[in-house]
């Protein structure tokens, strides 16, 4: 590639990007980390013809459609792992279900005040002592504690699921 192309291909990503990106984010679904890796290489497959090209932008897009497709089509063949016996969860809890107990806890969590929200992560999930809670919230022991017994009643209301678990289980 000559100085000239060079720069004629420097001016069209330099204008074209910003569309670009918006096509590899709603391609991917709307993880910017693969939009971005999707753009970049549709560009570095599309620099090698770049003096070859009438249309670059139709053809910039023509390849990310295709790299989208194969990225996918190759995720779909890792996905599953043909073994010969069924692995075993300890208890019965296998990764989709702690999965799923953490979008339900963040939900129940989101339900809470703020102050009942940051007795609990500090009290349960920072495994503070609740004198260390107390000092950082600026409020008593006894408020930690009362807040904390509310809270957790809360939760278990709102997400009767969690009732048997320890919040430390969820997170970790």
Known sequence: MDAAEERRFREFVSARAPA????AYL??????????????TALAKVVTRWGRLDEPEAYVRQVMYRQQISWWRLAWRQRETSVADVPEHPAG???????E???ILRKALARLTPRQRAVLVL??????????????LGCSVGTVRSTAHRSLARLRTTAPELA????????S
């Open 123 to 136: 009290r349960y999930l920072e495994d503070l002592p609740e004198d260390e809670v107390a000092r950082v």
């Open 93 to 99: 809890r296998t990764g989709t279900h702690e999965a």
């Open 20 to 23: 670009l990106m918006r096509l």
């Open 101 to 103: 107990l953490r979008m």
């Open 27 to 40: 391609l991917t679904g709307g993880d910017q980390h693969s939009a971005e890796d999707l753009v970049q």
């Open 164 to 171: 048997d678990l320890r919040l430390s289980e969820v997170i």
